[in-house]
């Protein structure tokens, strides 16, 4: 896709204006704009690296700076981890799910049926062998 100078412009602007818009509410998402823009030059600094026009070394230094502005906003990716985990627990809590293995139920159902199964199969095969007996004189 063909990035244009107007439609990145336009782009920005949606970005701002969101902002703006959101900050009013209290919702403040200013400081995931330094974010997109280190993600945004390491992946147009990696891209301009591997590619056969244009000049590696240009591409490998917006890939460094890129990468020295994305370690500065670790704490955002740290904070979303902590509130996932949080989330996830809580609802673990809330719902009353035991920490146990989602597929351990199923095994636990498998089993149930698979012993069913065996007590039926047993029964029939009992009775098969005592009518065998009984028709052949050998049941005492």
């Known amino acids: 896709m063909n990035w244009t100078g107007k439609a990145v412009f336009g782009m920005i602007l949606l970005f701002i204006g969101a902002n703006l818009f959101l900050k009013t509410l209290g919702i403040q998402i200013g400081g995931l704009l330094g974010l997109t823009i280190s993600v945004l030059l390491i992946i147009y600094g990696y891209r301009k690296m591997k590619s056969d ?3 590696n070394i240009f591409g490998m230094a917006i890939l ?22 949080i989330i996830y627990f809580g609802y673990r809590l809330f719902t009353g799910e035991k920490n146990k293995n989602p597929f351990e139920k199923d095994r636990e159902e498998v089993a149930v049926t698979s012993s069913d199964e065996m007590k039926s199969r047993t029964d029939a095969f009992d009775d098969e062998w005592n009518k065998f007996l009984e028709k052949n004189h050998l049941k005492s």
């Open 53 to 55: 026009t244009g000049s």
């Open 64 to 85: 460094i700076f890129g990468l020295l502005l994305a370690i500065g906003h670790v704490h955002i990716f740290a904070g979303i981890f902590i509130a996932a985990l």
